[in-house]
């Protein structure tokens, strides 16, 4: 007898989430298979890729990343310049500087220059705190208001400033809210659970479940995801059927791997390439675990991984 | 040297001399002041909160004090140095575990209705109620010029003729006094005696004309509290009835801590002065002054207590229990008498400990599973302890596990700033308005009693009424604003339930959000123990037909709130039984009945122990749990 094969799809499916508008917009999630799995059933949305900047500009980043911004005089050029880049489906603004406990910028300094941002660009955007839950909680808030209209995804409420940002972002601006925990599916279930109690359309979330570069306590990011995704799918649990995004350059730029320089570090060979090599590992591990979006920095990685995309799709 | 003065709201004060640069609060354990400082004293739990009346302590300030009530004087004792001679205020709610010792009033039927209804039970499934101590009537023949035999072997060979059996102890205590005794009474004597089946032992002897008193003590020895009842050993009736706060407490709140403070140098001996010299002989002299007998008369005790807590009572070392593989010196010891450790009563009298059956399986639990019978049915029932250690025991007439998970000692009051143990001036029971926040409570102690703090009862219904009511989340913060809550200045939410002018101390009594994360933390590890368990067995819930509930929490739970809460499995509640102080009665049934006691001998072997620990998903099921009423909302379908 035929091998017949069975479809491994599921009843439940992720939510979709539009982000963004006009001819560029995205939407992430809305698939009913395992990562990938597009021999069960077709997924409708290929995970989507995007690039990351931030208010410092080119100060803080890797010399080989900053060859490709050259000519850019302010973060407003630097959008346009990513924007331009291959395989770019979205566009990451992280203020970093807010952060009380580094350069402290103003929230009105950062707000004018997302606003110079949302001038430059129409792509989808995706606007990132400065990790500083009390500091988020006024800096994103007025970045809801800031692209108010744009549909943007506010990454993100966290479980010490979910209300100020959800109700920002969620209720009072119509934006997508992102969802952060710190790799528990329990935490990232009770986050979606204290968003949708306050009011914010489940339908409009995007989690966050935490991240770490290959090689770096991965291992529990990596589970977190396949267990949210084995949840939200096989036991169809609603308030896990949020889509996944996966902020990896802040995360892979950071390690040794991509920091120590060839003249400390002969025996490891070109910089560059390692970076690269730790982006693209990571976002390729993160995409197969389930995640639905992932946020990167080299224009290698991006051209990398959105290709690799588009032959597993 | 600086002169402390410390003062009390309903006592006198107490002077002493302390060097400059001296720990307020170690002046105060050094001069047996009670100041409650459960995460040992280093700042962490705001518990040790004194005000300061008179000259200048160097304290910092902390996230526990407010601006205003450091401007009043408030100060946490255990960051305060002395540097001048000062006065301070000790609140009653930061000396509430010490609380005065407390005798029961016997004439409330409800104070005795469980050991009734016990020795019913206990008669029920067949078990006799019954000790082998026993009063004989001896009657020996003057000595004479030509009858010289000595009073000893005239004594033992009257006792043979009177028993039959040709093995008779008599012990040191019982030599001393007998001249007087016998001539006294013309050699005839009653004599309390002691019958097994090898041998006779003589406890005492007393003139025939007296009616001997044959006393026995059973006791609970807790983390945070101790209670104990004097029996009379004949007829099974409770004489008194009294409780107190475990002295060792000061050493730290938890048994880890009091491990850790056990194996500093003297440290055995500390420990075992505090539950021993402080605790434990002052309440049996008071239970012995109510019952109106001779501490001399009680011939046995029953003692039910965790692992830690009859490792530190006996000075054993208790480090091991702490330690991995976790073994303790003892499951079960039957060669212990009081006069080895200092107990105060007769001193022959053997002590029987509830035996272990794991480093955090005590005896507590195994007279515990004894009381609520579990053993004897053939459906299946839970018994849950709630102490500062979680308990549960689960199984039927054919088999039974156990387990145990740290709760912390919230369900006593600890670890909660207005928390406090279930006796007077304890809030036990609340209500809230759903649109005003007003509350309604009633407070343990006689008609009037003022509000001092919050007992375990207490802070369940106080969570499961802010919750109802809307005012936190399932996460326990507070989302709604009213006059009865507070922000202070780093932004931590409370709820005031009695403000200090409603209250009976000098401080509000309310419940922060720090302490409700405390409890629901506590109540996630009760819950995502039991549902850990039932899962490594293969059970489910639903195959559950009783749930009993033991611990000193409060009179009684409200069981709906508790499930509300997602402290217990949402099943009806007809199914709980809330069954008081179990490891008081299970001791009880031991000291009373010694076909009892051979029974929890038999049900602690016949108990498996599952070390939570060692179980890949409790972790998870813990994080879980850590939510109103649980982040799987599917587990509690009775709650909208």
Redesign the interface.
């Known amino acids: 007898m035929a091998f017949t094969a069975k479809s491994g799809k599921f009843s439940a499916s992720i939510n979709s989430v539009e982000v963004g508008c006009g001819d560029k917009k995205i939407v992430l999630g809305g698939e009913n298979v395992l990562p990938f799995y597009t021999f069960d059933a077709p997924v409708e949305n290929a995970p989507k890729v995007g690039v990351e900047i931030t208010d410092s500009g080119l100060e803080n980043e890797p010399e080989c990343v900053k060859k490709y911004y050259e000519g850019c005089e302010t973060v407003a050029d630097m959008a346009k310049r990513a924007a331009s880049f291959e395989g770019v489906d979205f566009l990451s603004f992280r203020m970093d500087g807010g952060d009380p406990n580094g350069a402290n910028k103003s929230t009105e300094e950062l707000i004018a220059m997302l606003k110079e941002i949302v001038a430059a660009v129409d792509l989808p955007l995706v606007v990132c705190g400065c990790k500083h839950a009390e500091k988020d909680a006024e800096l994103l808030a007025k970045a809801a208001e800031a692209v108010d209209g744009k549909n943007a995804l506010i990454l993100a409420a966290k479980?010490e400033n979910y209300?100020q940002v959800g109700a920002a972002a969620g209720l009072a601006y119509k934006q997508v809210v992102g969802a952060e925990s710190a790799v528990?599916?329990?935490?990232a279930?009770?986050l979606n659970?204290?968003l949708t109690?306050l009011g914010v359309d489940g339908k409009s979330i995007v989690m966050n479940v935490g991240s770490a570069a290959a090689g770096y306590g991965f291992e529990y990011a990596v589970s977190t995801m396949d267990r949210v995704k084995a949840a939200a799918l096989a036991q169809g649990d609603v308030t896990l059927q949020m889509p996944i995004i996966t902020p990896v350059a802040s995360e892979a730029w950071g390690v040794k791997e991509a920091m120590a320089s060839e003249a400390d570090m002969p025996e490891w060979g070109d910089q560059e390439e390692r970076g690269i090599d730790m982006e693209v590992e990571t976002a390729a591990a993160v995409l197969a675990s389930g995640s639905d979006a992932v946020i990167l920095k080299h224009p290698v990685s991006i051209k990398t991984i959105s290709t690799m995309i588009k032959e597993l799709m | 040297m600086h002169k402390v003065t410390f003062k009390f709201e309903n006592s006198e004060d107490v002077t002493v001399f302390a060097a400059f640069g001296e720990s307020l609060l170690e002046v105060a354990r050094k001069t047996n002041v009670a100041i409650d400082a459960p995460c040992g004293g280093n700042g962490a739990c705001g518990k040790c909160k004194v005000k300061l009346m008179g000259g200048t302590l160097d304290s910092k300030k902390t996230s526990h004090i407010s601006d205003e009530e450091y401007a009043a004087g408030w100060r946490l004792a255990c960051i305060s140095k002395i540097i001048d001679d000062v006065e301070v205020l000790v609140p009653d709610i930061a000396s509430a575990y010490k609380s005065r010792m407390k005798m029961a009033d016997l004439s409330s039927a409800e104070e005795v209705k469980i050991f009734e209804e016990l020795k019913e039970q206990i008669a029920e499934v067949g078990i006799e109620l019954k000790n082998n101590l026993e009063v004989i009537d001896v009657t020996m023949s003057a000595p004479t010029l030509d009858d010289t035999m000595p009073d000893n072997e005239r004594f033992s060979w009257a006792v043979e003729e009177v028993t039959g059996m040709d093995k008779i102890r008599v012990p040191y205590s019982v030599i001393k006094k007998m001249a007087h005794v016998f001539r006294a009474s013309d050699f005839h004597v009653k004599a309390v005696i002691r019958k097994t089946g090898k041998d006779v032992f003589v406890y005492d002897v007393l003139p025939a004309s007296e009616e001997p008193v044959v006393a026995g003590i059973a006791i609970d020895i807790g983390t945070t509290s101790v209670s104990a009842i004097i029996i009379d050993m004949l007829n099974g009736a409770v004489l008194a009835k009294g409780s107190a706060g475990n002295g060792q407490i000061r050493y730290g709140a938890d048994v880890i801590n009091r491990i850790i403070e056990s194996g500093k140098p003297g440290g055995r001996e500390k420990l075992q002065d505090a539950i021993i010299k402080e605790t434990l002989n002052p309440l049996i002299l008071n239970m012995c002054a109510s019952a109106k007998i001779k501490p001399a008369q009680v011939y046995r005790l029953a003692i039910g207590a965790n692992t830690t807590m009859n490792h530190l009572l006996m000075g054993v070392d208790a480090d091991p229990v702490r330690m991995e593989p976790y073994i303790p010196t003892f499951f079960k010891t039957n060669s212990l008498f009081a006069s080895d450790i200092g107990l105060k009563v007769n001193p022959d009298a053997h002590i029987i400990l509830a035996p272990n059956i794991g480093s955090y399986v005590g005896g507590d639990i195994t007279a515990g599973a004894f009381v609520s019978m579990i053993w004897n049915k053939p459906e299946f029932s839970i018994f849950i302890d709630l102490g500062t250690n979680g308990e549960i025991v689960f199984g039927n007439s054919d088999f039974m596990m156990s387990c145990a998970c740290s709760a912390g000692p919230a369900f006593e009051g600890g670890d909660i700033s207005c928390g406090m143990r279930a006796t007077d001036g304890a809030i036990e029971a609340i209500k809230l308005d759903k649109e005003t926040l007003e509350p309604t409570y009633s407070v343990i102690g006689d008609p009037g009693t003022k509000p001092v703090g919050l007992c375990g009862s207490g802070i369940i219904d106080m969570i499961a009424e802010l919750f109802r009511c809307g005012v936190i989340?399932?996460?326990g913060q507070i989302?709604r604003e009213g006059r009865r809550i507070r922000r202070d200045e780093f932004g931590m939410g409370s709820y005031i339930i009695a403000f200090e002018e409603e209250a009976g101390s000098v401080k509000d009594v309310e419940l922060t959000e720090a302490d409700i994360d405390s409890f629901i933390r506590a109540k996630g590890a009760i819950f995502s123990a039991i549902r850990t368990m039932l899962s490594y067995c293969d059970f489910d819930i639903s195959m559950i037909e009783n749930v009993y509930v033991a611990g000193g929490i409060g009179s009684g739970i409200n069981m709906g709130n508790a499930i509300e809460i997602g402290m217990f499995p949402d099943i009806p509640v007809e199914m709980y039984h809330y069954l008081g102080n179990t490891s008081l009665a299970g001791a009880y049934a031991m000291l009373y009945s010694t076909e009892a006691e051979r029974k929890v001998y038999e049900i602690a072997q016949n108990m498996t122990y599952i070390e939570l620990s060692n179980v890949p998903t409790y972790m998870?099921e813990f994080?879980?749990a850590?939510?109103v009423p649980h982040?799987?909302?599917s587990l509690f379908p009775s709650i909208q």
Not at chain 1, 184 to 187: E, S, V, W
Request: aromatic share 4%.
């Open positions: 479980e209300k528990d599916i329990n935490l279930k009770q659970v204290l109690q | 989340n399932p996460k989302i998870d994080v879980a850590c939510f982040t799987d909302k």
